[in-house]
T-cell receptor, first 113, second 114 residues
Framework: DSGVTQTPKHLITATGQRVTLRCSPR?????VYWYQQSLDQGLQFLIQ???????AKGNILERFSAQQFPDLHSELNLSSLELGDSALYFC????????????FGPGTRLLVL | AQKVTQAQTEISVVEKEDVTLDCVYE???????LFWYKQPPSGELVFLIR??????QNEISGRYSWNFQKSTSSFNFTITASQVVDSAVYFC???????????FGAGTQVVVTP
């Protein structure tokens, strides 16, 4: 158990809908990262927050957004969902962004029908 | 351009055989970090090891060992005396000094049969 929690574990929804994925980092970790794992793209970095502020952006679609709250938990919002958004979404956390190891949560498996 | 290359898509071995997973990376940074993660069939990503670019000392931890060579930009991982529980996808990842993001290779599926 990495100490990173993600909810829900599974999510099934329809095209055009909006969903919110939630992540709680390990105790003491200030950085939260979101990654997407799909069959065609592999593991891709989406976005990073550090202590409530956006720190880095990767291959994140405009339909996707995220935020980190004062209690350091983070939410990833996916809107206008398409079939191709079906993937495993991971949250990871680390103490800071520079040198620390990222520990991953169990992931949220999203299926868009 | 792909920064982390894991050329082996799948490796199948019989229990107790050794398995070596190759990883080649590309970076212009002088400070960077390399990682190996394991993804078992249950789906979670489990951290195995981290190496800093300024630390080329190789390491053995139980049945796992790592060979980091800056001269060839390689960070290979060996499982000695493999077990069925080692069956998983193994990912090599690079974190460049000025970024927090991990850049993953495509992964190598290891299948260990009894």
């Amino acid at each position: 158990d990495s100490g990173v929690t993600q909810t829900p574990k599974h999510l099934i929804t329809a095209t055009g809908q909006r969903v919110t994925l939630r992540c709680s980092p390990r105790s003491g970790d200030l950085s939260v990262y979101w990654y997407q794992q799909s069959l065609d793209q592999g593991l891709q970095f989406l976005i990073q927050y550090y202590n409530g502020e956006e720190r880095a952006k990767g291959n994140i679609l405009e339909r996707f957004s995220a935020q980190q709250f004062p209690d350091l938990h983070s939410e990833l919002n996916l809107s206008s969902l398409e079939l191709g958004d079906s993937a495993l979404y991971f949250c990871a956390s680390s103490v800071n962004s520079a040198q620390e190891t990222q520990y991953f949560g169990p992931g949220t498996r999203l299926l868009v029908l | 351009a792909q920064k982390v290359t894991q050329a082996q898509t799948e490796i199948s071995v019989v229990e107790k055989e050794d398995v070596t997973l190759d990883c080649v990376y590309e970076t212009r940074d002088t400070t960077y970090y390399l990682f190996w993660y394991k993804q078992p069939p249950s789906g979670e990503l489990v951290f195995l090891i981290r190496r800093n670019s300024f630390d080329e000392q190789n390491e053995i931890s139980g049945r796992y060992s790592w060979n980091f060579q800056k001269s060839t930009s390689s960070f290979n991982f060996t499982i000695t005396a493999s077990q069925v529980v080692d069956s998983a996808v193994y990912f090599c990842a690079l974190k460049e000094g000025s970024w927090g993001k991990l850049q993953f290779g495509a992964g190598t599926q290891v299948v260990v049969t009894p």
